[in-house]
């Protein structure tokens, strides 16, 4: 499936349960993917489970990485030979897919990117097409990284749509649709499927 070919997409939040299954479905539809994963644990599965077309960082290389540095103290990038492999890869700059060249979006927890404003990125680094987040704050310091025209995802049990229609209206001249997904009961690992 090529639904997602040629697009970077930023996973903010968890690497597991339902912010793992969306890396998933965008990696499947052809995507590159990036996203952070608390502890090693997690990012090992995450590399595991993604696969070559994905880059899992830690939350605290995040800023590196969306200004285009290396994240080499905490990433871990995938290769199709060694594909639970922790180590970063020095044969082509992080953040970079090896196959076609293009640049890969990243991922990060509440706040671990700083807040620069809303309107276009003029300084070098990363842009993304498709952001999915767990709310608003996790997504705020990262909208100068998202390309114009491109789409905001919020996934949250409980959001608020005041806030959801603020940040559309707010983001609507760049081009950026921004939609708001209340899921139900998710059945995660760890869970116990209770709402």
């Known amino acids: 499936m090529t639904k997602y070919a040629r697009r970077r997409a930023l996973v903010v939040g968890e690497a597991t349960g339902i912010g793992l299954a969306i890396a998933k479905r965008l990696v499947e539809g052809g995507a590159s993917v990036l996203l952070a994963a608390r502890t090693a644990g997690a990012r090992a599965h995450a590399v595991t ?33 060694t594909s639970t492999s922790t180590s970063t890869s020095t ?20 706040g671990a990117a700083p807040r620069t404003g809303t309107g276009p990125r003029t300084a070098p680094g990363l842009r993304v097409d498709l952001l999915f987040a767990d709310a608003i704050p996790s997504a705020r310091p990262l909208l100068p990284y998202v390309e114009d025209g491109g789409a905001i995802v919020l996934t949250s049990p409980t959001p608020c749509p005041d806030a959801v229609r603020a940040l559309a209206a707010e983001l609507a001249a760049r081009g950026i649709r921004v939609n708001a997904v209340a899921p139900g009961c998710i059945e995660a690992p760890g869970s116990g499927a209770v709402p």
């Open 49 to 81: 489970e993604l696969g070559s077309a994905a880059r899992v960082v830690a939350p605290s290389a995040v800023e590196d990485v969306l200004a285009g540095g290396t994240g080499a103290d905490t990433a871990a990038r995938t290769s199709t030979s």
């Open 91 to 110: 044969d082509t700059p992080t953040g970079t897919d090896p196959d076609t060249g293009t640049r890969s979006g990243a991922a990060t927890d509440t």
